[in-house]
């Protein structure tokens, strides 16, 4: 089985992660672009789209051009995804026949793209020797509090294998983000950025339960404990050779501890 790496975004720093920790291959590897690759998005936008199998992300009826602070973006009213790739101030550079080159002709070259984009996302999550490890961007959040998500794709692909790699966002730069995605102040999603701890994964009640998600949901902690543990044998190895009396001696960093824990395991599931 293959791992694939996936982009949920919320931006393309969530692909480019993926690219940089050998999840994602580049296009020239065969990698097939996916459609949040590449874009602006949000989680209940998301959850919305999987849920209608992207039945309205090319439908020309919710695709308009807004004015944001990045400036003219192509914008789907319904997910309330942006393209800021696809979008006047990189056309100029990308597309040098005309910088309107995604919306002539009802967006007929937009269309193209997303339609092959979101074919990929779907022949990657329905061929079974695939694995897919989703990358997503999300401020306040956890494994655990991506229920919605587990539930829709339980839901559409009920026989896939997949694991979830949480980035964490800066709330400022998320808020600037679900501005740009025209989310009122209002909405759950901006409300989210201003707690954390009425998270369950947060719940000061049960701290260890917090600390499994803390270590388990941040790739870039797991990965520098692997490392600190990798040199911690070394050591070892080598003070049993100037010492042989130290053979037995034990090294359980708290890391090994968590993660033998049954508790933590059931977070793997």
């Excluded at 874009?39 to 959850?47: D, E, L």
């Excluded at 070259?109 to 779907?122: D, G, H, P, Q």
């Excluded at 044998?233 to 824990?261: A, G, M, Y």
Aim: hydrophobic content about 35%; overall charge negative; some cysteine.
């Amino acid at each position: 089985m293959q791992k694939i790496g996936i982009s949920l975004g919320m931006n393309y720093e969530a692909f480019n992660w993926g690219v940089n920790n050998k999840l994602i291959e580049q296009n020239v590897n065969g990698y097939k672009t996916c459609p949040f690759d590449k874009m602006y998005s949000n989680y209940p936008g998301i959850i919305e789209c999987l849920n209608d199998d992207f039945k309205f992300f090319c439908d020309i009826n919710y695709l308009s051009i807004i004015y944001t602070s990045e400036g003219y973006l192509i914008y789907n009213s319904k997910y309330k995804f942006a393209f800021n790739k696809e979008s006047f101030d990189n056309n100029n550079i990308l597309w040098s026949e005309n910088i309107d080159h995604f919306i002539i002709i009802n967006y007929d070259n937009f269309l193209k793209i997303y339609s092959n984009r979101i074919n990929a996302f779907r022949e990657y999550l329905l061929d079974p020797k695939n694995k897919i490890e989703f990358i997503i961007q999300r401020y306040n959040t956890f494994k655990i509090d991506l229920w919605e998500l587990k539930n829709v794709l339980s839901k559409h692909y009920p026989n896939l294998k997949y694991n979830f790699n949480v980035l964490f966002i800066d709330n400022e730069n998320a808020r600037n983000i679900l501005k740009i995605l025209q989310l009122d102040s209002n909405h759950p999603e901006m409300d989210r950025l201003n707690y954390w701890l009425d998270s369950p994964s947060c719940n000061p009640e049960n701290l260890e339960f917090y600390e499994y998600n803390i270590i388990h949901s941040n790739p870039h902690i797991i990965n520098k404990i692997n490392i600190i543990e990798e040199k911690i044998e070394k050591i070892i190895t080598l003070l049993t050779k100037i010492n042989p009396s130290l053979k037995d001696f034990e090294c359980q960093t708290d890391n090994e501890k968590i993660v033998n824990d049954k508790n933590f395991q059931d977070l793997l599931v």
